[in-house]
């Protein structure tokens, strides 16, 4: 006799979720509140819930988003959604947790910050680093 596998929502195969445990997991850890993370990842407290409780798997953003809120690297969060994290180096972790600490800095400390990065990448570009210039150029610095 064949096993029959239940479906989710449009017929889909649910994953085993190891994501919903490592989420819950990791915030326990830290003792944070579902409300608290949220609040962190920008989105409402009943999607929080869900990503703890899914059988689904997130999408890359949405992993990448609460890899940030948790402070945990990225390639973990990644893996535990079960995506392939070969592809990822490890300064996308760093980059996107600066990121997101910036994105929480007052308007009165990003000038600052700005200044310093200028005089960094300007360091960079007088010793001809055409990395640093081009992401200079992007960057409108």
């Not at 990448?121 to 010793?127: K, P």
């Amino acid at each position: 006799m064949a096993e029959t596998v239940a479906r989710g929502k449009r017929g889909m195969k649910p994953v085993e979720n190891g994501f919903a445990e490592f989420v819950r997991t990791q915030r326990r850890s830290k003792g944070w509140s579902q409300v608290y993370c949220a609040k962190r990842a920008r989105i409402h407290p009943q999607r929080w819930n869900h990503l703890e409780r899914s059988t689904s798997r997130p999408h890359k953003e949405t992993v990448e988003i609460i890899a940030a809120a948790l402070d945990v690297p990225q390639s973990d969060a990644l893996r535990a959604a079960g995506y392939d994290v070969s592809e990822h180096g490890g300064g996308s972790d760093v980059i996107r947790s600066i990121v997101y600490d910036l994105s929480n800095c007052s308007d009165q400390v990003l000038p600052e910050i700005q200044d310093f990065i200028r005089f960094k990448l300007m360091r960079s570009v007088n010793n001809n680093d055409p990395d640093l210039n081009s992401k200079a150029e992007k960057l409108n610095l």
